[in-house]
């Protein structure tokens, strides 16, 4: 999930100067730059280091509450490109691709905020390695791999932050979660509660490099200190992890905001303060400039008039956050920024279309897993821009013999086979079947892990069925965002081809079309290790070791030492 704000929402520091919080509006602050109240103080003055320019700022007390909505899709902006999800593009291993695709995001980025439809500040991408198949937000990431990963977000930062005009940000991105986030819900603990037990070759050899590249190569303007503690302590509260490493040893030029509501964990769910006051001063202290929630907003006065915090500490996480909005253009006139000439004519363009195809994101993500007799591909015919398989297999073969058909089987995960009927007869009459399956949101998403890795009971069930009556070997195509226990397709003679696409984005049906009737190559390769069925019975999601252990068979490619159904 991308979520926008600037600098995030409801992001909250304090006014030093006046004691007492105070607004600060998200609207283009056109005043400030020609005739406005601040026009000759050093805030508007161009010549001078965008740091000299926010601590002016600071002293002029023009500091506090920064709120924004996120996008607003509405008006003469309805929607933005759908690109392929995170592990699509890991799948693709193409960071010329990844590079090219933040850029269209960005480009369309600044057109909202220009129509005052969106903040500046992304909360995105989501590095964290998907060290766990039944993790829910697995797919949000690239993959399993620590350089992959760290090679993406380089790709994927350098086209959300850099442009066309090196004196600005395109965009301001933030990498998320810092760190070791990768559990949403699992047998009665949740993120807010879960303590990760990471051992300190783990957190330099996975945990930390994707983070390392986004800091200290990309220079991302931004992290985000996630809801987990690390250790026993809480993320947001972790002078280790948010001084020592990020900002000393990674050097870290922008700031830190929490996730939404993480910093009140530190008293609530993890129970590591006592007092808001002492809440909101280990945060502040270890340099949580900005809070994604309302904790600063209604005890950071409490915690300054009760000398747990200084005017000092607040000061240095404003320098920090209006840092960078200074290196945004915030404060600088419109005309002279290239950035702020883009407009809805820069949003879902031909070239944006074109790479949501790909030459192209969605094709190039396909992974081909199984393709017994090279039954793929089946005929090879025009290809116009399309968007669902079924619309797209009727183009692809207009003109021709062929004709296409398609029936409900079954639902993602229900155990109602009332529509089994009407599939099975339409296979049963069919030269050739193709069977679409996989899972969706409603068991792989933010706060909701799964609980097995098997393709949900309900369609293999229908697959069976399909195979007793086919006249031809079936073919299966699977959606998901983690991993799936293939192993019956794998070894049943009756399937003759399995292709996964991931979450495919908005021209996913055109994609696989092109692939099954063979006027594109799928050469996307797996950016996870598919484990089978008992993976989940046998290590438990709390443990956090990637090596072999008593009770961890590993994890990875790199560890793990079981049998994997298709591998890495």
Partial sequence: MV???????????ASSSMRKYVSFSVSLPI??????PLSSFPICNQSLPSRERAADLINQALHGLAYSPGVIFDGDLPAATSFPMPINLGATFNMKLVHDIASIISTEARAFNNEGQAGLTFFTPKINIFRDPRWGRGQETPGEDSFLTSQYVYALIQGLQRGDDERY??????????????????????????DAKVTDQDLVETYLPSFKTCIQDAQVASIMCSYNSINGIPACAHQFLLETIARESFHLNGFVVSDCGAIGNSLYTHHYTSTVEDTVAVALHVGTDLECGVFYLFHLPDALNSKKITESDIDRSLMRTFHVLVRLGWFDPPEQQIYRQLNKNNVDTLEARQLSLGIGSAQESIVLLKNTNQMQGLYHGRAPFLID???????LTAGTLINIEHARGCGISSYNE??????IELARTSDIVFFFGGIDNTIEREGVDRQSITLPAIQLTLIKRLEKVTHSPLHI?????????????RDSTQCASLIWIGYPGQSGGLAIATVIFGQYNPA???????YPASYVNEVSMFDMQMRPSSTNLGRTYKFYTGQAVYEF
């Fill in 524 to 530: 996307g390769r797996l950016p996870v290790t598919i």
């Fill in 418 to 423: 009332k529509d089994f009927a009407a599939a």
């Fill in 31 to 36: 005043v400030l730059f020609k005739s406005g």
């Fill in 3 to 13: 979520r926008v704000a600037l600098p995030s929402e409801n992001a909250a520091v």
């Fill in 389 to 395: 398989p079924v619309t797209g297999f009727k183009n």
């Fill in 169 to 194: 940000l395109k965009i301001a991105a933030n990498c998320k979660h810092f760190d070791a986030y990768d559990l949403e819900n699992w047998n009665g603990t949740n993120r807010h509660h879960f």
């Fill in 477 to 489: 195509v699977i959606m998901s965002g983690g991993g799936v226990d293939f192993s019956y397709i």
